[in-house]
């Protein structure tokens, strides 16, 4: 299984960005997918997740101004960042705890997108 995600970039404060990430590879199902981010000297943090059924979990941080969605048919999930901040300055992971089997599930990571916010 592998993740790829993308739309990172460098933007100024207040503007807006979207990630997205890609599940590829042989398993029967996701369940839940997620962003985390980590700045530099900093550990990483969950920034958002979804469930397959649509439910969400924000960061306090970000809920005023991030959304996270996903396709299920194209096994992707996004992360809509608007007003940007300084602060939001950080590598962007997903996540994916896929079921690879009956009662075989696992954890995958995307290799990261660099999102950098100018003040």
């Known amino acids: 299984v592998q993740l790829q995600a993308s739309g990172g970039g460098l933007v100024q404060a207040e503007e807006s960005l979207r990630l997205s990430c890609a599940a590829s590879g042989s398993f029967l199902s996701i369940n839940i997918m997620g962003w985390y981010r980590q700045a530099p000297g900093k550990q990483r943090e969950l920034v958002a997740s979804?469930?397959?059924?649509?439910?969400?979990n924000l960061a306090d941080s970000v809920k005023a101004r991030f959304t996270i969605s996903r396709d299920n048919a194209k096994n992707m999930v996004y992360l809509q960042m608007n007003s940007l901040k300084p602060e939001d300055t950080a590598v962007y992971h997903c996540?994916?705890?896929?079921?690879?089997?009956?009662?075989?599930?696992?954890?995958?990571w995307g290799q990261g997108t660099l999102v950098t916010v100018s003040s």
């Open positions: 996540k994916a705890n896929v079921r690879l089997a009956w009662y075989n599930y696992a954890d995958f």
């Open positions: 979804i469930t397959s059924g649509g439910s969400t």
